[in-house]
DNA sequence: CGGATCTTTGAGCGGGGTCAAATTAGGTGG
DNA sequence: CCACCTAATTTGACCCCGCTCAAAGATCCG
């Protein structure tokens, strides 16, 4: 078996390089026509906004990689989501006048900010966007739904599978390799993601690796049998 | 201690006998100045809607109780949530042609559907319902994360008391006793919602009642002492 | 090189799941 | 109205998956 890492190149073959030229879901250049949309730089593991901050923008992630944390007053905490390139930040504190969430770069990420509530006002200029913004909320409910049934139903070595499976489509949705990737969190961002521990998300990998359905190391993800990963989360296998 | 539930006559303080005069969230008297909203008898036990039939509106709950229930292709299934009078169902469809849950109701319903697209068009009309429908999606995907905090990092028990807490915080806001109520699901859709199975939460509701925190007789609750159940589910007790 | 952080693995335990049975409520038809 | 049936709830006994605690690498950064 070839689970070697070591032909792999340091950055040539890196399969997250930065592409700019992937499709993202939002008409940016449409937006800015009816309002001032600023770019932002947020370094690896700083925060984009914090729980209580004022909310005054919602933040389009044009590139690099980050995670949302739900707080409890009590000082617990949960990992709610991780986001990547195309996707809208912010969006859960919309009707507030504070941000109710935390979210964080795994990575060094580009931002752009679209001011909040002028953005409503763009958006009733442009009722097709409108539309689309509330159908990208939507869309945020129904992923959190799939995984309340994921985390509510699988044991914990499917939900791995799941959410490697997850970030693998999401990838492959913005042009880059969905067999073969980094992953940009740690385990312990996981495993609060998904309702586990970081030891058992380590154990789920590492038996996922016995079983030849992916190679891991460290944070380096290789898909080996997707058919076999999909079929241990209960999608009927396609073939049959 | 008194929690017997003998003086209990049948109707005259059911807890939750129907109320019309309870405030609503949304003002459908101005929506119904641009569409046709249609009332709609759901019998308990009933679908509303159900994973894969055509999204032609949304539900507004007049009067009942309903669970959403998130299906897998598998036949895993997930309750998402209890729906009561002032919620509004099947936004997490906007954008799609068909719905990808389903709507149950767990008591005869009252629904008032406002029939979509057309509720686009008329929220055009009315710049400031616009705003509403995006801050109710928002609070939806709010819900929704803080139940998984609560799921992600609490463990069996102290679901249960959130659960109830949260069922109480809603009631008493439809003008209802917040400490005296009749779930109306069973032991397994609350299990299925709280990540549980239903004979944990069988036994999750006895311990909190050998606590003297509540009193359960099948479907009947009274709450005897809220402070040391917000306590249990991490709330900072308000005094000191 | 040295220290902090992250990942992996093992050993042992316990909370919650599984299986089973008793009890009770509710519905239905005689 | 009652007998019967079905479904919901409760409780016990037992077990196992995932958590806890601990220690040993591995990696990164100053």
Redesign the interface.
């Known amino acids: 078996m070839d689970t070697s890492f070591a032909p792999l190149a340091p950055e040539a073959t890196n399969p997250q390089s930065f592409r700019p030229e992937a499709p993202l879901e939002l008409d940016i250049a449409e937006l800015q026509r009816h309002m001032v949309v600023t770019r932002r730089k947020v370094r690896a593991g700083q925060y984009l906004y914090r729980n209580g901050q004022p909310f005054r923008a919602l933040h389009f992630v044009h590139a690099g990689f980050l995670k949302t944390c ?5 000082g ?3 990992v ?1 989501g991780f986001r990547m390139r195309g996707d809208l930040l912010g ?6 006048s504070v941000h ?2 935390d979210a964080v770069a795994l990575d060094d990420a580009e931002i752009w900010e679209l001011p909040y509530p002028p953005v ?1 006002d763009a ?2 200029h442009i ?1 097709e966007l ?2 689309r ?10 992923r ?6 994921t ?4 044991p914990a070595e499917q939900r791995v599978a799941a959410f490697l499976l997850d970030i693998a489509a999401r990838l492959a949705r913005l042009g880059f390799s969905a067999r073969h990737f980094i992953l940009r969190m740690g385990r312990a961002d996981i495993a ?1 993601f998904l ?1 586990l521990k970081h030891e058992t998300v380590t154990r789920a990998l590492s038996h996922l690796e016995r079983l030849q359905y992916i190679s891991v190391l460290r944070r380096e993800v290789k898909l080996l049998d997707v058919p076999k990963l999909r079929a241990c989360v ?3 296998c396609t073939i049959q």
Chains 1, 2 share one sequence.
Do not use: K, N
Not at 70 to 74: P, V, Y
Not at 91 to 96: A, D, N, P, Q, Y
């Open positions: 739900e707080l409890s007053e009590d617990r905490e949960q709610t969006v859960e504190s919309i009707g507030l109710t969430c409503l958006l009733r009722p409108q539309v913004l509330a159908a990208a909320l939507a869309e945020e409910i129904r959190d739904r799939v995984w309340m049934l985390i509510g139903t699988l609060s309702a209960g999608t009927p």
